[in-house]
């Protein structure tokens, strides 16, 4: 009897375990891809390359509704605990700021978004149980323009979920017990993509799973502040 050896793919251990997609963003222009998996993302409008926090990054050299997404998808529709991870710079409080996004304002389509808000220098992160309302909003004080900022969002359904920026916890609060399964699109840069501008800025290095990291997970993301690879993991 012939085995095929690709039958079976072994289970991710380690950090990787609930590893969703991990983006490094080296590509200078068009598709990036998922280094773990299959979930690349496609360009909409252009968004070019430039020096990153780790390697290069993803640069939205102008505001507008340019980004990267990926359709919906099964895999982040990710309804339980689930973790975001990523390296953020932005140059201006002008406009909204995603670094990571499944939420579109219209039809009850919101799961959940981070992202720096219109007019503020804090990084936001909310998720919606019905897809209408904001069930959990974390928020960071103020931060650094023209400065690479660490970005993590653990979400622990119906318990404590915790946004940490620069590996140090800032904001707490209880979590619905379940996010919404909606339709909208997985994105980077942009959300409501068509309707909401976005500043200019850069983002490297993101990760997401489906389920919450611990501590000692997140502090190697963090590398004492030089970030990771997906090659490091």
């Known amino acids: 009897m012939i085995i095929n050896p690709y039958r079976f793919a072994a289970a991710d251990t380690g950090i990787k375990a609930g590893l969703v997609a991990w983006y490094d963003l080296e590509e200078a222009s068009g598709t990036r891809s998922d280094a773990h998996g299959s979930l690349d993302l496609t360009e909409n409008g252009t968004i070019g390359s430039a020096t990153g926090q780790v390697g290069d990054a993803a640069n939205k050299a102008s505001a507008g509704t340019d980004s990267l997404y990926h359709l919906d998808n099964a895999s982040f529709s990710i309804t ?107 994105e980077l840069f942009s959300f409501n993509t068509s309707s909401v501008s976005s500043r200019a800025g850069l983002i490297d290095s993101v990760g997401i799973w489906n389920r919450a990291l611990d501590s000692s997970e997140l502090t190697t993301l963090w590398n004492s502040g030089s970030g990771v690879a997906y090659a490091d993991l």
């Open 80 to 186: 339980g605990d689930m973790t975001i991870a990523g390296w953020i710079n932005f140059s201006s409080t002008t406009d909204n700021f995603a670094l990571v996004s499944k939420w579109l304002g219209t039809g009850d389509q919101k799961s959940y978004i981070l992202y720096k808000p219109n007019g503020l220098r804090t990084l936001r992160f909310i998720a919606s149980a019905d897809g209408s309302a904001s069930s959990i909003t974390l928020e960071s004080t103020a931060r650094a323009l023209d400065t690479w900022h660490f970005v993590v969002v653990k979400f622990v359904a119906g318990g404590t979920s915790t946004l940490y920026i620069d590996n140090a916890s800032v904001d707490t609060g209880t979590a619905p017990s379940i996010i919404a399964d909606t339709t909208s699109r997985f």
